[in-house]
């Protein structure tokens, strides 16, 4: 008898532990949001596409220093939406039931946005790292055009994990309503920009909308551990 009482409440301990773990996971989510808005008002904004050639030349030049702090800002907050979207797959999962197919779509289209996203960092760094040295006009531009390019397929993959999570709580409630229509809402506004807006700062800038919503599901899953507990796969 003593010795079931000591077994639960290891049991217990352990769990406790788990839970408590998962909590706090949860809130990488929001930790990811303020390194990405700090990274966002320290590079300053990127230009278009579409921009004369000497107006970005001018910003590799003039934001080397603050494109490269970003450049690491990014870096940690790109390790901290790792755990949020593990975090995110793990309570859509537990939602969606033991097949989790779509629960898999959100947590493919998170990778889309962590590479792209990762990609465009990349693609500024580079511009800027050379910048002391001269980068000719022609390569800066090609440059620009391809970090806009990362930012479309990023707001691309965004849009289809917002639409993902939006379709499990269409079935299961696992977060209130008004916060899986939200993401909805900001899906729809990346899906349009993208190709209807491409090159032009507003994609970049909206895609910041995300944002909003990562913060409000980072503190739902922190208020709710339960949502986030071992799934079966």
């Known amino acids: 008898m003593t010795n079931d009482g000591a077994d639960l409440s290891q049991v ?14 949860a809130l990488t989510g929001l930790l990811a949001v303020v390194g990405l808005v700090i990274a966002t008002l320290v590079q300053g904004p990127i230009p278009a596409a579409n921009a004369p050639a000497k107006q970005i030349t ?11 702090a970003a450049m690491y800002i990014r870096l940690y907050a790109g390790f901290a939406f790792i755990w949020f979207l593990a975090t995110l797959w793990s309570a859509l999962a537990r939602a969606e039931g033991p097949v989790a197919r779509v629960s898999m779509v959100a947590f493919g289209a998170g990778i889309v946005v962590l590479g792209s996203s990762g990609a465009a960092t990349a693609v500024l760094a580079a511009g800027a790292f050379r910048a002391s040295q001269g980068v000719d006009p022609a390569l800066a531009a090609a440059l620009v055009t391809a970090v806009h390019m990362f930012y479309a397929i990023s707001g691309m993959g965004t849009a289809w994990m917002l639409i993902a999570t939006w379709l ?32 032009q700062p507003i994609v970049l800038y909206a ?27």
Request: glycine share 4%; aromatic share 14%.
């Open 58 to 68: 001018d910003f590799f030049a003039q934001h080397h220093d603050r494109i490269m």
């Open 207 to 233: 895609a910041l909308l995300t944002l909003i919503w990562m913060a409000i599901v980072s503190v739902l899953l922190f208020l709710r551990p339960a949502m986030t507990q071992k799934v079966a796969v």
């Open 12 to 25: 217990l301990l352990e769990r406790a532990r788990r839970i408590s773990w998962e909590r706090w996971a």
């Open 168 to 199: 499990i709580n269409q079935r299961s409630g696992i977060f209130p309503p008004w916060v899986a229509w939200l993401g909805v809402v900001f899906a729809l506004i990346s899906l349009v920009l993208a190709p209807f807006a491409f090159g």
